[in-house]
């Protein structure tokens, strides 16, 4: 019934490295990086290249040496920005040394220019990994408070799930932070009370009201309730929501003005799968995915896997071969030369924890449909 928390902890910020800038940071300086930084590049061409420096490999190297030691340069020269990157970095440790004190170092600094960005980070990952609950929501109120709307949809999803201080106590802190969500315009505010709805979560569970609950949120303009509607019924929940990929499609036809391009065309593809049951059916949904690698983006993979798994795996394969993978011929199946071929090409895709501990994870799988 519940999300897990280390799903939720991995799906955290790392694609929300939100920047600005302030002279408060230049006590970090060195004389060399404060000469670099006055050498003709803008502190933001330095942090766009530390971060692709720093990302360009799964592990420390030479060249993740080289992109911190921009990031600091950046920082040198007066970015905000370059603070909450490095402060990222430390705080997941996917690519350097983890060092959560550090990660909270350089977060405070940017609070101190008025980003909130890095302490909801921290705040975040804290609330998820149940290091400090009270500390944890005193952090993402501050986020809140300065200016970080999605500060308050968190606050509200973790207070549901139990992780601000606990069962009724935790649960019942739902509605304050969701009536703050709303009056910033958080439209995940809907989509977390549908859920509440749906799992019975100090309510009774009940699937039509769910439905009828996205229902009316899409009608209003909300965006993110017409998707989660439209992925719910595709694939049903196993509980009280039955999987009708057809009316998936008729939601998806009604809610198309309210999605972007990709949005609408992963939506389209997912339904696809979610019906392929051949291996015609697994070539013509892997064939969209090859043909439109622009429209792939972060968190298409897993969904695709929910929608239907051989399906994801028969467009893998596909994905694999065209890399240069041995993996046969492709079958919708994870066999042992495909599972070989995943766990090589994880090794320079993603972190070598991942993949040491299992490549049929489904972010490893996601990370693997979406970057190959």
């Known amino acids: 019934m519940f999300r897990s928390k ?45 971060i692709a420096l720093v990302y360009s490999s ?14 600091e340069a950046s920082v040198a020269s007066g970015s905000v920005d370059a603070l909450v990157t490095l402060g990222s970095l430390y705080l997941y440790g996917t690519v350097i040394q983890q060092d959560w004190p550090k990660a909270l ?7 101190a220019a008025g980003n909130g960005n890095g302490i909801y980070q921290y705040g975040m990952a804290m609330m998820w990994s149940e290091k400090d609950p009270a500390e944890a929501e005193a952090m993402l109120v501050r986020a809140g408070e300065m200016g970080v709307g999605s500060a308050w949809s968190t606050l509200a999803e973790g207070a549901m799930y139990g992780y601000l201080g606990g069962g009724a106590r935790s649960r019942g802190k739902f509605a304050g932070y969701a ?10 505010i809907e989509v977390l009370d549908a859920q509440r709805h749906m799992w019975g979560i100090s309510v009774s569970a009940s699937g039509p009201e769910t439905i009828a ?5 899409a009608a209003s303009g ?18 009280n929501v039955m999987r009708r990929p057809a ?23 997912s339904i696809q799968a979610a019906v392929a049951r051949s291996r015609d059916a697994y070539s013509a949904v892997a064939q969209q995915v090859i043909d439109h ?16 798994s051989n399906a994801a795996i028969f467009a893998l394969q596909r994905k694999l071969a065209g890399a240069g993978y041995e993996i046969g011929q492709p079958d919708g199946f994870a066999g042992r030369r495909t599972l070989r071929a995943m766990d090589q090409a994880c090794r320079k895709l993603a972190p070598i924890a991942s993949c040491d501990d299992s490549v049929m994870r489904p972010d490893v799988v996601s990370l693997l449909i979406e970057q190959l």
């Open 222 to 239: 909300n965006s993110q309730a017409a998707i989660y509607l439209i992925k719910l019924v595709r694939s049903g929940n196993g509980l």
């Open 247 to 269: 009316d998936a499609r008729q939601y998806l036809d009604q809610y198309r003005p309210l999605l972007a391009d990709s949005e609408a065309w992963q939506l389209d593809v």
């Open 6 to 50: 280390v799903h939720l902890f991995l799906q955290g910020p790392r694609s929300r490295l939100i920047l600005a800038a302030s002279s408060v940071v230049m006590v970090l300086a060195t004389p060399l990086l404060a000469q670099e930084a006055a050498g003709g590049e803008t502190p933001e061409v330095m942090r766009q290249r530390g």
């Open 179 to 188: 009536e703050r969500g709303r009056a910033v315009g958080n439209d995940r």
């Open 213 to 217: 609950m996205l229902e009316r949120a």
């Open 58 to 71: 799964n592990v420390e190297t030479d060249d993740t040496r080289e992109g911190v030691r921009l990031l």
């Open 293 to 308: 690698p622009e429209l792939v983006t972060k968190g298409f993979g897993a969904d695709l896997l929910k929608a239907n």
């Open 105 to 111: 170092e350089y977060f405070e600094k940017a609070a």
